[in-house]
């Protein structure tokens, strides 16, 4: 019996033990895989820090978005580089997020660079939170008609009249906002680099004093317009565009690429269609992306309207298009040709 009792409470001890351990494991595990990342999602405003400082994209790929959208990748880069460029910025953009992470209610509110937004995923108590960057207003006035806007080399909008403005939103960041108007046939830019954390309004003078203006002559300042136009569009110098004529399908692959498009007679470009005639090129339609009172603007009213199998030629003469030959050292044919309220360069 002694022997017995022994024998039974062993095992009794083995089996405590056993659970004892698997209870210690069992707690170890979920501290770890559970409650430390529950945790850790709660302690937004230093896993904030630390992403900054570690320039981890993958964090703002995942926890921050605009819009709606989860950051790409290229705007993560741009905007993490943006803060840790700019140390003030960056300072206030930590102090406003361990701010709103401590006070719910202000991290609702629309002022600042961003909110957050508790996605109610959270667990054994904390917040699962995500990072909402708010949009900031760009206004853009100009004293010139028909100033094209361009933020980073991408054009946004226009501004129609004189004094006129534009308005749009972006995220916060470092944005180069360029305005371009056509001035007394001169082609006239200014430039503004800003770093967006609050409201903006920008002012850009376009037109020259009186004095300064040069008025009503197709000179080669104006021949040159064109060629900064094609090239503006396509990529390429006209001369290059132009020296495709007559070439064939391998010459154009070897000096321009592969096109978007292309079927056996038409080669289709971002700004550009080629057509070929028994293998070689026959015309080059560019794009201008200009409007018919742009044209005007930048080159005068043309001498005559004429029908044309594309749509409606614009005649400015022979003498323009002589100067034309003469600085660019080219002997193809160029019109200038209006369809669907838009004006191409056909070159023949």
Not at 106 to 132: A, C
Not at 201 to 214: F, G, N
Not at 281 to 291: E, F, G, Q, S, T
Not at 316 to 338: A, D, N
Request: charged fraction near 35%.
């Amino acid at each position: 019996m002694t022997y017995s009792r022994s024998k039974n409470q062993k095992k009794k001890s083995y089996l405590f033990i056993s659970l004892s351990l698997i209870i210690a494991v069992g707690a170890i595990l979920f501290y770890m895989y559970g409650y430390l990342p529950a945790a850790e999602k709660d302690r937004i405003h230093i896993r904030f820090k630390e992403a900054l400082l570690e320039e981890d994209r993958a964090f703002f790929e995942e926890t921050v978005e605009y819009q709606g959208e989860n950051l790409t990748r290229a705007e993560a880069i741009r905007f993490i580089r943006w803060l840790n460029d700019e140390k003030t910025i960056r300072g206030e953009a930590l102090a406003e997020i361990e701010r709103d992470r401590a006070d719910r209610d202000s991290g609702l509110e629309t002022d600042g660079l961003f909110r957050l937004i508790d996605t109610g995923e959270g667990k054994f108590g904390f917040s699962d939170y995500r990072i909402e960057l708010l949009p900031q207003t760009i206004d853009v006035k100009s004293d010139a008609p028909l100033t094209n806007i361009w933020v980073d080399g991408e054009r946004v909008g226009r501004i129609d009249e004189a004094e006129g403005s534009f308005e749009f939103e972006r995220m916060p960041g470092r944005y180069d906002i360029k305005a371009v108007a056509v001035v007394d046939g001169e082609t006239v830019s200014e430039s503004e680099n800003i770093s967006l954390t609050e409201a903006v309004d920008l002012a850009y003078t376009l037109v020259p004093e009186k004095s300064e203006a040069i008025a009503g002559q197709f000179d080669l300042k104006r021949v040159e317009l064109i060629e900064i136009e094609v090239e503006a569009r396509t990529g390429y110098k006209l001369a290059t565009i132009d020296g495709l004529v007559g070439e064939k399908k391998a010459t154009v692959l070897d000096r321009i690429g592969e096109p978007n498009d292309k079927t056996k007679e038409k080669w289709q470009y971002d700004e550009m269609d080629i057509s070929f005639e028994n293998g070689r090129v026959d015309a080059i339609l560019i794009n201008l992306d200009k409007r018919p009172d742009d044209l005007i603007a930048l080159l005068g009213e043309p001498v005559d309207r004429n029908d044309h199998a594309m749509g409606t030629e614009w005649d400015y003469g022979k003498s323009f298009f002589e100067s034309f030959f003469t600085f660019f050292g080219l002997q193809t044919e160029k019109q200038f040709i209006e369809r669907d309220a838009q004006m191409y360069l056909l070159i023949q």
